[in-house]
């Protein structure tokens, strides 16, 4: 699509919003960008592209905006019926999310990565897999730079661009077409802005829509939903399993890393040791499946195994993720922030063998708790609930007999009072198991407040 000359309506000034903007601009639109915000609440955001020549309104969603463009691209986390997009969609105004349009512009080859579990950590693997192999990478999407701000830098064939891609980016995008797509994981999440796990699942999907032969579909072979979905691919398919052996792709044998792919110039799979998998950095069986895809991505894309082996004993993890914050009196304090949903929780809970408090809860979005119960009966000595879910997870965690169950109002009088339940030897974890919007501006907002909490004891 040439941009040049279109009027385009951007709505929403957030960071991806802003990016787009910034984008759409050098490529000579005419571009309007739209938040409800009140002005004093994105001042430096507006100032910032006004500077630019870019028009910015604030403080509401004129309809009347959209009759004067002849593109909106919209801010992932607006949903397809807020009225100016209905209003576009009328019209036959085309629809379009920060990543198509950075995409429509990218010559590079696109690394891109999705699932319900596991993408920031994947992707920071993937990266650093291929920059140890010496080979030119830019890293963006919803890991935190968004892919426009990278896009009118990144030209040159040779450099992968590693995209992590969530549904609301994914739902969006029409000529999006990635040449390695992995799909890691398939849970019920964000049921409150698509609706139902059907719509969330083609969402996702739609990362394997442009993909044809030469191209590399990477799926989860331990979830069935996923054979599924392989027979309706255009590309090769390689496999990923922690619970069995694949022709082409990553598994564990004999508590080994192993991958099956081709060698270069070569069809038929050569079988590569990695390394064994108790020297993998990364804790907890949900990271073991992380390595493996990164494993089987970064491998497709170039990477050396040796290079793949470095990455996988030196990576300790990223901020918000299983993070070690502290030790103090003997207790350790894990800030998992960016466990939005239950399933994150549950995985997180399962890596450890210590008694653990956990502290749970956030923005309600009504997700079935019932996974978690299990793994809160067996590990969790102590629960301190906050936020919207904090009501529900107080009672989930009573009626599978949690012998201490508290509720407070802020995460740093859930720190406190957890410090408190704990003794040496015991683990403070927080894994909210839910968003972070009812309470803080955002999952990494969240973890830094517990941090700094846990820094104050």
């Not at 994981?185 to 964000?190: F, R, S």
Request: aromatic share 6%; charged share 20%; net charge negative.
């Amino acid at each position: 699509m040439n941009f040049a000359n279109q009027s385009v309506l951007v709505i929403g000034l957030a960071k991806s919003g802003v990016a787009v903007a910034k984008l759409l601009h050098q490529l000579h639109a005419h571009v309007v960008v739209n938040d409800q915000s009140p002005r004093e609440k994105v001042a430096r955001e507006a100032e910032e592209l006004e500077a630019l020549g870019v028009q910015v309104i604030t403080g509401g969603h004129p309809l009347e905006l959209v009759d004067h463009c002849d593109i909106l691209v919209k801010n992932p986390g607006i949903r397809y019926d807020q009225p100016q997009i209905l209003r576009a969609l009328a019209r036959g105004i085309p629809v379009l999310t920060e990543v198509e349009v950075a995409a429509q512009v990218i010559r590079a080859p696109i690394i891109g990565i999705t699932g319900s579990n596991g993408k920031t950590t994947t992707t920071t693997l993937v990266g650093e897999m291929l920059r140890t192999s010496q080979l030119p990478v830019t890293v963006a999407g919803n890991i935190g730079t968004p892919l426009s701000a990278v896009a009118s830098a990144v030209f040159a064939k040779q450099q992968h661009v590693v995209v992590e891609l969530s549904s609301f980016q994914l739902q969006g995008t029409v000529t999006f077409h990635p040449h390695i797509a992995a799909w890691l994981n398939l849970y019920p999440a964000h049921l409150d802005y698509h609706g139902n796990l059907d719509n969330y699942r083609e969402a996702k999907r739609k990362i394997f829509a442009n993909q044809g032969l030469d191209d590399l579909s990477i799926l989860n072979r331990d979830q069935e939903v996923f054979s599924e979905i392989a027979k309706t691919l255009q590309s090769k398919v390689w496999w990923v399993s922690l619970e069995q052996k694949v022709e082409f792709g990553a598994y564990i044998e004999n508590d080994w890393l192993m991958l099956s792919a081709p060698l270069q110039g070569q069809s038929i799979p050569t079988v590569i040791a990695i390394l064994p998998i108790d020297q993998i950095v990364l804790r907890g069986r949900h990271n073991l499946q992380n390595a493996l895809f990164a494993s089987a991505i970064a491998f497709a894309a170039g990477a050396s195994p040796d290079a793949i082996r470095t990455t996988l004993t030196s990576f300790a993890g990223v901020a918000h993720r299983m993070e070690f914050v502290r030790e103090v009196d003997g207790i350790k304090f894990i800030n998992d922030s960016k466990a939005t949903n239950p399933q994150a929780a549950l995985q997180a809970i399962g890596s450890f063998t210590e008694p653990i408090v956990g502290i749970l809860g956030g923005l309600d979005r009504g997700d079935d708790l019932s996974p978690l119960a299990a793994a809160v009966r067996e590990h969790m000595k102590a629960v301190v609930t906050i936020g919207q879910s904090g009501e529900r997870m107080a009672e989930l965690a009573r009626s599978v007999g949690v012998p201490v169950v508290k509720r407070v109002q802020t995460l740093e009088e859930a720190v406190q009072l957890a410090k408190n339940l704990a003794v040496a030897g015991d683990v403070v974890l927080l894994s909210p198991a839910a968003a972070s919007w009812d309470m803080f501006a955002s999952f990494e907002e969240r973890g830094r407040i517990f941090k700094e909490a846990v820094h104050m004891l």
